[in-house]
């Protein structure tokens, strides 16, 4: 058995029978249910060390090892010609169920590729102290340095067949297990798998082993989806005859018990401060029928995208705004520390009473399997938060500094069950998950030609370098919605409010599990 568990420092050349298999003589193993077979069958089931339950898999990262039994349980002896434990992964895209396209985009979407199948095989060999035909088994690893430069042979392509074939089987379930019918028999192999193949007679056995999760490959993490699912399963494979009834056929038996993988994120990657790129908002200058259909027409989509490279020339109109983090990734349960920057190029014209923030942390699903199509988004978290300069500093109608920036660090929180993000070389490009902070900003103000002579003069006295930051830290800065703007300063200036949207470009976050620094 320890042959199967095989450590960095041991290189097992070949182990005997008792070694590999542990002989339980009149003792039968808790064996899975199986549909009505011929008499006689082998009964296999494959489990975990590691405990799980219905709605937890057992969990492993990057590096560990997967380690577990395979139970098997002879009713006849039987001569084995092919036993294999390989860890399986693979992304599927389907419909309503596998093998019917999702339809929800522009295209029909339906794929199905392998992400790993590697793991051990074991097998007899033959040395020359043996005696009596004595079996000397050895375990042959793929992870090996001479198994990776050796070339795959046709028997290798056909086992791997075999076990994508078995992990299509209820692979929904946590546990699938049965025989597979109408294998091809690969004849030019046939003298191979004799010198390989070894016997077990009548009994219950018991085989250890032991998997890598590997480090050399980026692999994504298990997500459970109705339509886009990665999954990952222990799949043990084995052919095997009757050894006592010449004529039967070979059978091809299998199990399989899904786990759940969690990818490694190196998070000096993502170290560095983030930020999008600029919005601006044009604001009028005159309350004239005139300045107002000029405003509009410099905010609409196309004139706004010129506009922004020649904001020198129109800088004294606009009001700018963008989102910084301190990072770009973060793990489960943390909140963002997100500031949204504004500044008041028309301080001189345009007066800042409220500002209204609203931030939607949400998941996109994008097929990079063909455009890049979003086919999924989904809302994660929001909340709206608002500051009214009448309860930052008390009689104060209007914010006094040109440059303002708004600390939202204890609103946005990265649930605990959220799935990591997903790149798509890791899916090999069939899609990919990830996520982003969409930020709507209002702010309602009015034109300081409609404003008393004395504000007016307070905020051309400012100095655009002048910054003040408000943190969101009470009560009163959370937006329930039924709210209105009831603290806006009364008359002369109620009258003349405006309210401005800008829509602010989405900002990517990245959410890890774990993370090596």
């Given at each position: 058995?320890d042959?199967?568990?095989?450590?960095e420092?041991?290189?097992?050349s070949?182990q005997?029978?008792?070694?590999?298999?542990s002989?339980?003589?009149?003792?039968h193993?808790?064996?899975?249910?199986?549909?009505?077979?011929?008499?006689?069958?082998t009964?296999m089931?494959v489990?975990?060390d590691?405990p799980g339950y219905?709605?937890?898999?057992p969990?492993?990262?990057p590096g560990?090892q997967?380690t577990?039994q395979v139970?098997?349980?002879?009713?006849s002896?039987i001569?084995?010609?092919?036993?294999?434990i390989?860890?399986f992964g693979?992304?599927?895209?389907?419909?309503d169920?596998?093998?019917?396209p999702m339809?929800?985009?522009?295209?029909?979407?339906?794929r199905?590729?392998?992400?790993i199948?590697?793991?051990?095989r074991?097998i007899r060999q033959?040395?020359?102290n043996?005696?009596?035909?004595?079996?000397?088994?050895?375990c042959?690893?793929?992870?090996n340095?001479?198994e990776?430069?050796r070339?795959k042979t046709?028997?290798?392509?056909?086992?791997?067949?075999l076990?994508?074939?078995v992990?299509?089987?209820?692979h929904?379930t946590?546990?699938?297990?049965?025989?597979?019918n109408?294998?091809p028999?690969l004849?030019h192999?046939?003298?191979n798998q004799?010198?390989t193949?070894f016997?077990l007679?009548?009994?219950?056995?018991q085989?250890?082993?032991?998997?890598?999760?590997p480090?050399?490959?980026?692999?994504s993490?298990?997500?459970?989806h109705?339509?886009?699912?990665?999954?990952y399963?222990?799949?043990a494979i084995?052919?095997y005859?009757?050894?006592?009834?010449?004529?039967a056929?070979?059978?091809?038996?299998?199990s399989?018990v899904k786990l759940?993988?969690e990818?490694?994120?190196?998070?000096?990657?993502?170290?560095?401060?983030?930020?999008t790129?600029?919005?601006?908002?044009y604001?009028?200058?005159?309350d004239?029928?005139?300045?107002?259909?000029?405003?509009?027409f410099l905010?609409?989509?196309?004139m706004?995208?010129?506009?922004?490279?020649q904001?020198?020339h129109?800088s004294?109109?606009?009001?700018?705004?963008h989102?910084?983090?301190?990072?770009?990734?973060?793990?489960?349960?943390?909140?963002?520390?997100?500031?949204v920057?504004?500044?008041?190029h028309?301080?001189?014209?345009?007066?800042?009473?409220?500002?209204?923030i609203k931030v939607?942390?949400?998941?996109r699903?994008?097929m990079t399997?063909?455009?890049n199509?979003?086919v999924?988004?989904?809302?994660?978290?929001?909340?709206t938060?608002?500051?009214k300069?009448?309860?930052?500093?008390?009689?104060q109608?209007f914010?006094?500094?040109?440059?303002l920036t708004?600390d939202l660090s204890?609103?946005i929180?990265?649930?605990?069950?959220?799935?990591?993000?997903?790149?798509?070389?890791?899916?090999?490009d069939?899609f990919?998950?990830?996520?982003?902070?969409?930020?709507?900003?209002?702010?309602?103000?009015?034109?300081?030609t409609?404003a008393n002579k004395?504000?007016?003069?307070?905020l051309?006295?400012?100095?655009?370098?002048?910054?003040k930051?408000?943190?969101?830290?009470q009560?009163?800065?959370?937006?329930?919605?039924d709210?209105?703007?009831?603290?806006?300063p009364?008359?002369?200036?109620?009258?003349k409010?405006k309210?401005?949207t800008?829509?602010?470009?989405p900002?990517?976050?990245?959410v890890?599990?774990h993370?090596?620094?």
């Amino acid at each position: 058995m320890d042959c199967c568990h095989e450590s960095e420092e041991c290189d097992p050349s070949s182990q005997d029978l008792v070694t590999i298999l542990s002989n339980l003589p009149h003792q039968h193993v808790a064996m899975p249910s199986y549909e009505p077979q011929p008499q006689g069958t082998t009964k296999m089931k494959v489990s975990l060390d590691l405990p799980g339950y219905e709605e937890y898999l057992p969990t492993y990262l990057p590096g560990q090892q997967i380690t577990g039994q395979v139970k098997l349980q002879n009713e006849s002896a039987i001569k084995v010609t092919h036993l294999r434990i390989a860890l399986f992964g693979n992304v599927q895209v389907y419909g309503d169920r596998p093998g019917h396209p999702m339809t929800n985009g522009l295209f029909d979407y339906q794929r199905n590729e392998q992400l790993i199948n590697s793991g051990l095989r074991i097998i007899r060999q033959s040395t020359p102290n043996d005696a009596d035909d004595e079996q000397q088994l050895v375990c042959k690893r793929d992870d090996n340095p001479q198994e990776t430069k050796r070339q795959k042979t046709a028997q290798d392509r056909h086992i791997e067949r075999l076990i994508r074939k078995v992990a299509a089987i209820d692979h929904t379930t946590n546990f699938s297990h049965g025989i597979l019918n109408d294998v091809p028999t690969l004849v030019h192999n046939s003298s191979n798998q004799e010198d390989t193949a070894f016997e077990l007679d009548s009994n219950s056995y018991q085989i250890q082993f032991s998997v890598r999760v590997p480090t050399s490959r980026r692999l994504s993490g298990t997500f459970d989806h109705p339509h886009y699912p990665i999954s990952y399963r222990i799949v043990a494979i084995m052919k095997y005859r009757d050894r006592e009834d010449a004529s039967a056929k070979e059978v091809t038996c299998y199990s399989t018990v899904k786990l759940c993988l969690e990818p490694f994120f190196n998070l000096n990657q993502f170290k560095s401060r983030i930020q999008t790129s600029p919005s601006y908002q044009y604001v009028q200058n005159k309350d004239t029928v005139w300045n107002s259909i000029c405003t509009q027409f410099l905010n609409c989509g196309i004139m706004t995208m010129y506009m922004n490279k020649q904001q020198k020339h129109l800088s004294h109109s606009s009001i700018e705004a963008h989102l910084e983090l301190s990072k770009q990734a973060f793990e489960r349960s943390q909140y963002l520390p997100l500031q949204v920057k504004l500044a008041n190029h028309a301080f001189s014209n345009f007066a800042i009473s409220v500002v209204k923030i609203k931030v939607d942390f949400v998941r996109r699903i994008n097929m990079t399997c063909s455009m890049n199509e979003q086919v999924e988004l989904q809302t994660v978290q929001s909340t709206t938060i608002v500051f009214k300069s009448s309860q930052e500093q008390e009689q104060q109608l209007f914010f006094n500094h040109a440059l303002l920036t708004f600390d939202l660090s204890s609103h946005i929180q990265i649930p605990t069950d959220s799935v990591c993000t997903i790149f798509s070389a890791a899916t090999r490009d069939v899609f990919s998950l990830g996520y982003d902070l969409n930020v709507s900003v209002d702010i309602t103000g009015v034109t300081t030609t409609a404003a008393n002579k004395s504000t007016t003069a307070d905020l051309c006295d400012l100095s655009l370098n002048q910054e003040k930051c408000y943190i969101a830290n009470q009560p009163h800065h959370v937006w329930h919605g039924d709210e209105s703007h009831q603290d806006l300063p009364p008359e002369p200036y109620h009258h003349k409010f405006k309210t401005y949207t800008l829509n602010l470009d989405p900002l990517a976050v990245i959410v890890v599990g774990h993370s090596e620094y």
